[in-house]
């Protein structure tokens, strides 16, 4: 399979710059805020599978792992309310992820019963936080998917 095209923000001017400088923007308010690195990597990895982007499954899986995540979590991110793998805060977070990524799935797509449980775990600015990068890897997502990015796999 090739790519339709290259990823948009490589064409638009500056899009690129404007998208890394948010995303140094998250960790940055996630480092203030107390949310550990890999949390927003496994919130990030949960969305990407749903949509379907290798490009950012790979990404985000290779991050978590430098992050310190372990093989077995990261294999576990799919089914994780099946699995003992995930802390309260952990599942509150993906929990988030997936009603955020599948906004037309429901008529009260993020119900106050996850956003409840994600605010009592997390601060105003980190909730901000989870929310702006779930909406960020929302719009990577959107980007690769609609032209058919492909992961760059080395033969080896």
Same mark, same amino acid.
């Given at each position: 399979?090739?790519?339709?095209?290259?990823?948009?923000?490589t064409?638009?001017p500056?899009?690129?710059q404007?998208?890394?400088?948010l995303?140094?923007?998250?960790?940055?308010?996630?480092e203030?805020?107390?949310?550990?690195?890999?949390?927003?990597?496994?919130?990030?990895?949960?969305?990407s599978?749903?949509?379907?982007d290798?490009?950012?499954?790979?990404?985000?899986? &290779?991050? *978590? %792992?430098?992050?310190? =995540?372990?093989?077995? !979590? #990261?294999?576990a991110?799919?089914?994780?309310?099946e699995?003992p793998h995930f802390?309260?805060?952990? &599942?509150a *977070? %993906?929990?988030?992820s =997936?009603?955020?990524? !599948? #906004?037309?799935d429901r008529?009260?797509?993020?119900?106050?019963e996850?956003y409840?449980?994600a605010? &009592?775990?997390?601060g105003?600015q980190?909730?901000?936080?989870l929310?702006?990068?779930i909406?960020?890897?929302n719009?990577?997502?959107?980007?690769?998917?609609?032209?058919?990015?492909?992961?760059?796999?080395s033969?080896?």
């Amino acid at each position: 399979m090739q790519p339709r095209m290259k990823s948009p923000v490589t064409i638009v001017p500056d899009a690129v710059q404007a998208l890394q400088d948010l995303g140094k923007a998250l960790f940055a308010s996630a480092e203030k805020s107390g949310i550990p690195k890999s949390t927003l990597f496994l919130a990030y990895l949960r969305a990407s599978q749903m949509n379907g982007d290798s490009v950012c499954v790979d990404l985000h899986s &290779r991050n *978590a %792992l430098g992050a310190g =995540e372990t093989t077995d !979590r #990261l294999l576990a991110v799919a089914a994780w309310r099946e699995t003992p793998h995930f802390t309260e805060a952990e &599942r509150a *977070a %993906l929990a988030l992820s =997936e009603a955020m990524t !599948r #906004l037309s799935d429901r008529t009260d797509p993020v119900p106050d019963e996850i956003y409840n449980e994600a605010a &009592r775990l997390y601060g105003e600015q980190a909730i901000a936080t989870l929310i702006a990068g779930i909406a960020t890897v929302n719009l990577w997502n959107r980007l690769n998917v609609s032209t058919k990015q492909m992961v760059n796999v080395s033969a080896g």
